[in-house]
């Protein structure tokens, strides 16, 4: 296994491995490799012969100077990991890398960055479609794998590849939990035991309506309502938003459910039953997609 | 000569050509070919195995829908010049190709595009870093040749390409000019005989500058008076703007000069000596880099 830290270097590497016929699969994420990053790897493997993972802590996309400062750094297990699932090339630049003095270029999808995690994240997926083409510019791959459970974000990059004709096939990879059901994120790690229990009522509110429009109830009002009701079962979770959308144009969904729509869940967890000071709260995201004619 | 509309088609071609190991160098146009734009492409041919050309009249970077509408379309003559210039492919994709329905992406330089051009032409910049990035995700080149007429447009593209890691290298042609000094545009065609004549105001400004400057002028005020007094000769002449700045970063050129300079020219040609109707007037540009030192 390779580790690359210059964007040339990579270049190189693809241009190498492309003109041997080989294909490509990269894996983007930002360290802090759980289960869910080597299940993405997995997937990744099943469309290329070479797997690349990129670990890249992205700072222009976190809204809060807090939540960049408290995100997990996990360099040699990561290695580890990544070894283990015999990944090719480890691609890990610093920022000035990524962002050399007198970087001032954005790539923005307008209207799928807006709701949701673009409302309460400002600037978020300006940071992530910016650094993404970055990053697949750099390495080059004929494939690219992101996880389900950043469903926006997903949304987002297919559109993005789409519109500036890059030409990289995006694949969506299953979102990978706990035996309890909790979605794994690097985040989780940041919970504390009583935060960690609570953090169930996420996966919970999204089985509840799964299992409520299997029984037939199609009224969105009331799918919000369970979720919102099973959520408030945890005092130390806040809810951010918990809506229904198109699962292709993020738009509101109607009142009555017809077709396949996506509920969307971003909660905080918060250290103690009172709302903590802004940066202190942990903010999970999950989602679903409800099949009203399953 | 292969004339393609379809990206995916422009990328399978150029797969196989890189596959076969060829260079490939794309000239961007708008149409309206002329002698300028002939000598980008061979330019190009220096550069590479096959010149290949687009001809797009991209919507998004006009600010002035009368200005998009006056913009000539010489397709057989264009094409014409391709193939007496030897070049390999044409892509000329038809709107809805570049901007397929839900289009939505957008590729945004900062500082760089906000002066000069970018100032007097609301979103014009933003639709060329955009239309350059898609063009350039489509043909693949490892080159592409762009005009130093458009100086500011050379040094966003070139910011851009750098920031996104795309792996082509930017050139820059040189301007190409009428016997008596006029810079070849397409929009000259759109010029009458009197405009025509009254638009030589822009070289001979640049000249009496660089005159100055050679002479031992180093103050950019003195310099710009001289610039405005000669287009003031003209009475269908009209300055959108005049101004000096570095030609890296495009910040404001300090009162004396002491490096090179750019001296950055937009001028209105008038049908009539009263400022007409908006998008009446053929606004022209021109540029020269001073040097205090030469």
Excluded at 84 to 103: H, N, S
Excluded at 137 to 142: Q, V
Excluded at 202 to 223: F, I, N, P, Q, T
Excluded at 239 to 258: C, N
Aim: proline share 6%.
């Amino acid at each position: 296994m390779q580790v690359i830290r210059s964007i040339r270097e990579l270049q190189a590497r693809a241009d190498t491995e492309r003109a041997a016929g080989r294909r490509l699969a990269l894996v983007p994420t930002m360290g802090a490799l759980h289960a869910g990053h080597v299940s993405l790897i997995e997937v990744a493997r099943e469309h290329a012969d070479q797997v690349w993972v990129s670990i890249f802590v992205n700072p222009t996309q976190f809204d809060a100077p807090a939540d960049l400062e408290a995100y997990p750094r996990t360099w040699e297990s990561d290695l580890e990991a990544c070894r283990a699932a015999g990944v090719a090339v480890v691609f890990a630049p610093v920022a000035r890398e990524m962002y050399p003095e007198g970087a001032d270029t954005a790539v923005e999808v307008g209207e799928l960055s807006k709701p949701l995690c673009g409302a309460a994240r400002a600037g978020h997926f300006r940071g992530v479609t910016t650094v993404v083409t970055k990053l697949l510019l750099a390495a080059k791959p004929h494939a690219a794998v992101f996880g389900q459970k950043d469903f926006q974000q997903l949304a987002v990059i297919r559109r993005m590849v789409r519109d500036l004709n890059l030409d990289v096939e995006i694949i969506g990879g299953p979102t990978v939990r706990e035996a309890d059901g909790l979605a794994l994120s690097s985040r989780n790690r940041r919970l504390d035991p009583e935060a960690r229990r609570q953090a169930l009522v996420l996966s919970r509110a999204l089985d509840s309506a799964e299992d409520a429009v299997a029984a037939g109830e199609r009224d969105g009002e009331r799918l919000l309502a369970l979720v919102r009701e099973e959520i408030a079962k945890a005092p130390r979770a806040r809810i951010d938003y918990a809506e229904l959308r198109d699962p292709d144009s993020l738009a509101r969904a109607p009142g009555l459910l017809k077709e396949p729509t996506l509920l969307a869940l971003a909660v905080f967890l918060d250290p103690t039953p009172v709302e903590p000071p802004a940066g202190e709260g942990v903010r999970l995201i999950d989602n679903r997609v409800l099949h009203p004619h399953a």
